[in-house]
């Protein structure tokens, strides 16, 4: 997953907390994504980005928000945490052919 | 709409061979497939473009249908290292908004 930096890797959070999750990518590519990943579900795109300051929703976008002030940095936020966001978040840029993904943030919230 | 994969799951001895299948309701300019290993993020494997060719590297090739909207993916004479969940992801022809829709997943589990 080299270029591609999630953290953090593993939270707990309580029902209402908030917490930022933070892609970095040490690349220049333009496109952005988060998605989740539940059992069975595959992986569900949250939000996106098409360029820096640019943000948009994509199928699951509901309880979440986001940020892309620099290019390299794509921020998802939870203001008030559920037990249903509950799953493992990935980040992804898009290269010249493919995606690639950073290691995962597994979110447990309780 | 996710695109829709088949198997759902399979089970093969090491040396033999696998299909796995991706459809689509809506029309593509790409499909992409990705293999995930547990407790890791999935790799990207292969890409086919609208027009373009079957792609493949080694024993994994793929070939897309853009009339049928549909992909297939080729594993010949699986190694124990294939073991993984396999996804598709598909892409509308809407330049400018690119985005991947994945499917499902399928479980491939290769046994000595």
């Not at chain 1, 080299?2 to 333009?30: I, W, Y």
């Not at chain 1, 992986?43 to 699951?60: D, P």
């Not at chain 2, 080729?74 to 509308?92: D, I, K, M």
Request: with cysteine; glycine share 10%.
């Amino acid at each position: 997953n080299a270029g591609v930096t999630q953290t953090p890797k593993f939270r707990v959070l309580k029902t209402g907390q908030s917490m930022t999750l933070l892609c970095a990518q040490d690349m220049n590519h333009e496109y952005m994504y988060w998605y989740r990943q539940d059992p069975g579900m595959g992986l569900r795109l949250i939000h996106y980005s098409v360029g820096e300051g640019t943000t948009a929703k994509g199928e699951v976008p509901d309880g979440y928000n986001v940020s892309r002030l620099k290019k390299q940095n794509f921020l998802l936020g939870l203001e008030s945490a559920a037990p249903s966001q509950t799953s493992v978040y990935f980040c992804a840029v898009k290269r010249n052919y493919g995606y690639t993904f950073g290691s995962g943030t597994r979110l447990t919230v309780v | 709409q996710q695109p829709v994969q088949s198997p759902q799951a399979v089970i093969l001895r090491e040396g033999e061979d696998a299909v796995i299948n991706c459809s689509s309701s809506k029309a593509l300019y790409s499909v992409h497939w990705y293999r995930q290993k547990h407790g890791e993020a999935p790799v990207f494997l292969m890409i086919l473009l609208k027009g373009g060719e079957q792609k493949g590297h080694e024993k994994i090739s793929a070939s897309f249908n853009e009339k049928k909207q549909q992909s297939s993916l080729y594993l010949t004479a699986s190694q124990l290292s294939y073991s993984g969940t396999y996804f598709c992801g598909t892409e509308p022809p809407n330049f400018g908004n690119e985005k991947l829709t994945f499917g499902t997943g399928t479980r491939l589990t290769i046994i000595p």
